[in-house]
């Protein structure tokens, strides 16, 4: 069984491909996650980089990569997501799909931000399914300088995608489709969106 999901106006395309694994059943819990929106570099084909933003799971020590790391949690988890910002920019979190509600950190265009610097705590009770988790601050430039990953709720039913059981499945691989135009990630504050053109695009970070 194969489901594609598309983020209609953004830069992102979450790809879950259904194939062939044993799982045991879901069982609902508190989780926490804690991300760091940071620096990093992409290699691109034939050589070279471009610098991206991204995020990294657990404290701020390590680089951002493309995409950011795989979330996974279980149908009813009471997700705590804290997100800390080593950006030089305010950013956020969204994750269409999923209702959170925050704290601390300020009012933002689509959420509240975490200030350079700063955090904020974003909590939802998951939902089943897959979804993107993404930047909300200024979501065409920061999601196009990296800052997105995969989520996925599993269902409570072991072996199915969803409740139905016409999505039951084996295996699962989640593939994550993207692009990069370097003009933007070369001066992300200064570059005009409207002269935005991809020339690489990626799967699971990897160029082509």
Not at 11 to 33: D, E, K
Not at 82 to 107: D, E, K, M, R, Y
Not at 123 to 130: D, R, S, Y
């Amino acid at each position: 069984m194969k489901q594609r999901f598309m983020q209609l106006g953004g830069v992102c395309a979450l790809l879950l491909v259904m194939i062939c694994l044993t799982s045991s059943p879901a069982q609902a819990a508190p989780v926490t996650i804690d991300l760091c929106a940071t620096a990093g570099t992409s290699s691109l084909p034939g050589g070279g980089s471009v610098p991206i933003w991204g995020y990294v799971a657990g404290p701020c020590t390590g680089t951002a990569s493309l995409p950011g790391p795989v979330l996974q949690v279980n149908s009813g988890d009471i997700v705590t997501i804290n997100l800390t910002n080593q950006l030089p920019v305010p950013t956020s979190l969204v994750i269409p799909g999923q209702i959170l509600s925050a704290s601390g950190g300020s009012a933002g265009l689509l959420t509240t931000e975490a200030p350079p610097g700063g955090s904020v705590t974003y909590t939802f009770t998951a939902v089943t399914g897959t979804y993107l988790y993404q930047s909300g601050s200024e979501p065409d430039r920061q999601i196009a300088m990296g800052l997105y990953g995969a989520l996925i709720v599993n269902s409570a039913t072991s072996g199915r995608a969803y409740s139905q059981p016409t999505s039951a499945f084996d295996s699962a691989a989640v593939l994550v489709l993207s692009e990069i135009d370097p003009n933007l990630n070369a001066n992300p504050a200064a570059f005009n969106m409207q002269n935005y053109k991809p020339r690489y695009w990626l799967i699971n970070g990897k160029g082509y």
